[in-house]
């Protein structure tokens, strides 16, 4: 018998799945649209999937690692509550719908997930780490050396993307700062490669007005909500992943410098740097605790 696990990364866009070794290295993975949830559903996938994959290799016992959108209730496997990018989502119960297949399941929040999966590969100094996603929505994970993952009496720790909101724009910090509300301000603006963001860092990097001046106010707007996530948690290393995370120092550039704005006189806040670990840190999360 083999002692490969599932790991399952479920998106409002797309589900990853991957059949990983002991050593968290890819023996298969394969990528497949999220489902609706209203004609076809996500966990009628995840089922297929894992039952796919527990044949092909001769899973036993079956271990299976799942991230997700949305607020988890981990010790339990289920979907407490998800927006409406992704409908009849809440109560999706992934421990009972697994049972029948005799599998031992680990669900976790998708930011959780990549942070853990994150800590796997790297050895950070710091006892407090948050970690900041950009993407579609902005997501948050807190983490103590010690306590480990910090969710909240009801599981909703961290849900940053709903701080700030400001009534005159209507906006929230997630519809500032995602990557998606920064392709919104290049449309909005008449960026000539219309939402291409690789192309806008390229462009800003040649000193392009309309370039760095979009990069400088979808930056600011992160950098208020760094701000916000030092006073609150003080940990001693915010990481930001995401795609856009790629970027690394080319992102960093127009963020740090820009939080102290948005802190009190002398008041410092903790290193920030880039994720390391890209597009599969939450698969390697999701399967981190067996």
Known sequence: MHQYKIAIDIGGTEIKAAVVDQSLNFIEYVKTPTPNNIDTFIKDKVYELVMIFQKSYQLDPLYVGISSAGVIDEQRGIVEYAGPTIPNYKGTDF?????PLNAQVNVFNDVNAALLGELVFNDYGSQNIFCLTLGTGIGGAFYNKYAQLYNGERNRANEIGYLLY???TNKTFEQRASTTALKALMLEKGFIHQDNVPKLFELADQQDALALSILNQWCDSIAEGIAQIQIIYDPGLILIGGGVSSQGQNLLKYIIPKVECYLPE????????????????ALYGAVSRF
């Open 166 to 168: 400001d009534r005159k």
């Open 266 to 281: 002398q008041y410092g806040h903790a290193e920030i740097q880039t994720t390391s670990t890209q597009n599969h840190a």
């Open 95 to 99: 421990q009972s719908l697994l049972e």
